[in-house]
């Protein structure tokens, strides 16, 4: 079972580049989500999706884009990517459990992006 | 919004237990507490989670005020691997995917003495 999964797992970029960081849950849940994570600091969302063809803002959503593709799958795309954007980047997930269950968030294990 | 308070840092030593505080003055009755762990270099992970009543699980024990307003997370004998950033967050089943619900602090690192 491999939950959550996240592509690349290190990237350099340069200031103005490019780039999209893949996501894919095997769960089935409907809502998947993009942290970002600074240096001693907490989880900040980005993006969430709640569903299979809809997204939302979250906390910082400037300089970022998503695609929910299908229900398995929700990218990040950095069209023009600056230092400021230095951060480890979570994705995550979220369904319906068992009865009680509250809606457990699911993480991967996190993209290492710097850029130059 | 509800939003959880926790303690910045905490120590303990090895194989003692563990009281990780919670205040959530503001939680609404449909409001879970959950609880989720980040070991270093590593995406936080579920620990546990409840609405009302204390909860036991492998991992930790969650015990509830009478009144909701705060929680505490007991690791009954730590070990070096439980160090990690523990945070507390409210999580609303009903608002699936509101960013409302997402919202994670900045946690409490615990630090396990050997």
């Known amino acids: 079972n491999a939950g959550v999964t996240q592509t690349p797992k290190f990237q350099v970029l340069k200031t103005g580049q490019s780039m999209t960081l893949q996501c894919a849950q095997d769960?089935?849940?409907?809502?998947m989500y993009w942290y970002r994570q600074d240096p001693g600091m907490g989880l900040r969302l980005i993006y969430y999706?709640?569903?299979?063809?809809?997204?939302d803002k979250g906390e910082v959503p400037n300089g970022y884009n998503v695609s929910r593709l299908n229900k398995r799958e929700f990218s990040l795309r950095l069209e023009s990517a600056a230092p400021s954007q230095t951060s480890v980047y979570f994705c995550a997930s979220s369904g319906k459990g068992p009865r009680g269950s509250g809606n457990t968030i699911y993480f991967g294990e996190g993209s290492w992006l710097t850029v130059v | 919004d509800a939003k959880t308070t926790q303690p910045n840092s905490m120590e303990s030593n090895e194989e003692e237990p563990v009281h990780l505080p919670c205040n959530h003055s503001?939680?609404?009755?449909?409001?879970?507490i959950h609880w989720y762990r980040q070991l270093p270099s590593q995406g936080p992970e579920y620990v546990i989670h409840?609405?009302?009543s204390n909860v036991n699980n492998r991992m930790a024990s969650l015990a509830i005020a009478e009144d909701r307003k705060s929680s505490t997370l007991i690791l009954h004998r730590a070990t070096l691997r439980d160090a990690a950033v523990y945070y507390c967050?409210?999580?609303?089943?009903?608002?699936?995917?509101?960013?409302?619900?997402?919202?994670f602090g900045s946690g409490t690192q615990l630090t396990v003495l050997p």
């Open positions: 409840g609405l009302t």
């Open positions: 769960m089935n849940h409907n809502s």
């Open positions: 503001t939680i609404s009755g449909t409001d879970y």
């Open positions: 999706s709640a569903s299979e063809g809809t997204t």
């Open positions: 967050i409210l999580r609303d089943p009903t608002y699936v995917g509101s960013a409302r619900q997402l919202t």
